[in-house]
């Protein structure tokens, strides 16, 4: 039987639930942490599979062909010293992206209903009507439509919302405005009453949200930040937000996590902070996809669709 290993930073606790799950859904592998691998066993080692790992672990397995990540994120493997003769396979779940297409819905309705402010209100106990849109008049665009950026709109096209979205290569859907290459962003921003990004983070996209192009949304613009904090100058989007250009912001990421304590976003009255929850990895699906992709290469020698280190995604 073939070693394993199972590489992350996450706590005993979760790495001993990881391990179980892991071994029960590949009875034919043996599948262990790092520090359970001989020198011997680790020449032997052709698959890991990681979890938030110290990229750095990675160095005992000298024969490493691919790393499959239970992460749909991966820019801190590609960021690394990994060989780039590795391939990288990220986690593609649709019990993922179900669960970030509810958690975008949930707080795109957030935005559009005020919950904010009413919550605020409640806290002085103002009692204070505020105006509403209706969907129908209402233009939430999407940045980023991979998988779950395409689930988010699949799901938001169940309201009456004028969508759009945004992407580095053309594309078509139905019904729904479509931008591409960063020549076209600008159209899109100042088209946007809540913009949601699903951008994944690379060269390209860091802090590619930066106070010029944040100040091409409409005034009163809200936006949730559901992919990575460092797609959004934290700095300029906190301006914005403190001269009225911007309404609101959600944000479940952040450049620092978990975000410091002395933070001010924390207290921003115009800012809705949570840690990072919007589509967190389901332990039974994710194992269960891995699993399959494992036994797939062990059988037939494919691997699954892997990361494209060029465009860092
Ligand atoms: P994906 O399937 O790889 O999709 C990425 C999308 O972004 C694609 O549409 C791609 O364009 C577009 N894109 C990438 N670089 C671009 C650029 N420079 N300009 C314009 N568009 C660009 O990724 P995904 O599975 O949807 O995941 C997106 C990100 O969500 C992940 O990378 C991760 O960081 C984050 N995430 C967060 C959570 C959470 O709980 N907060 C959970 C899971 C994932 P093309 O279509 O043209 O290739």
Not at 93 to 101: E, G, L, N, R
Not at 145 to 156: H, P, Y
Request: aromatic share 6%.
């Amino acid at each position: 039987m073939k070693r394993i290993a199972f590489i992350s930073e996450l706590d005993a606790t979760a790495k001993a639930n990881w391990l179980a799950i892991l071994q029960k859904q590949l009875p034919n592998e043996i599948v262990c942490l790092p520090e359970q691998i001989n020198d011997a066993q680790a020449k032997t080692v052709d698959v890991a599979i990681v979890a938030n790992p110290d990229p750095k672990q990675l160095d005992q397995f000298p024969n490493l062909v691919w790393i499959h990540s239970v992460w749909a994120g991966v820019e801190k493997l590609l960021d690394s010293t990994l060989s780039t003769s590795i391939k990288l396979v990220r986690l593609i779940d649709p019990k993922m992206s179900q669960t970030m297409a509810e958690s975008v819905l949930a707080w795109t309705l957030y935005l559009q209903r005020n919950m904010a402010e009413y919550g605020q209100q409640q806290q002085n106990r103002q009692w204070q009507q505020l105006p509403s849109i209706a969907s129908g008049d209402l233009r939430v665009s999407v940045l980023g439509v991979g998988e779950l950026g395409l689930a988010a709109l699949q799901i938001l096209g169940h309201l009456d919302y004028q969508l759009a979205c945004w992407s580095r290569t053309p594309k078509q859907l139905a019904g729904i405005e479509h931008y591409s290459g960063h020549t076209e962003l600008k159209g899109l921003l100042a088209k946007t009453d809540i913009l949601i990004n699903l951008l994944p983070l690379t060269a390209k996209t860091h802090h590619l949200l930066d106070e010029a192009l944040l100040s091409e949304l409409p005034q009163g613009a809200k936006i949730i930040n559901f992919s990575r904090g460092a797609v959004i100058d934290s700095n300029a989007l906190i301006k914005l937000l403190n001269n009225d250009h911007l309404a609101h912001a959600v944000l479940d990421v952040f450049e620092q996590e978990p975000l410091l304590e002395n933070d001010p976003l924390w207290q921003h009255p115009k800012v809705t902070v949570l840690p990072h929850i919007s589509a967190p990895t389901d332990l039974n699906s994710a194992a269960s996809i891995v699993a399959e992709n494992i036994t797939r290469y062990r059988q037939s020698n494919i691997l699954p669709d892997c990361v494209d280190r060029k465009v860092g995604y």
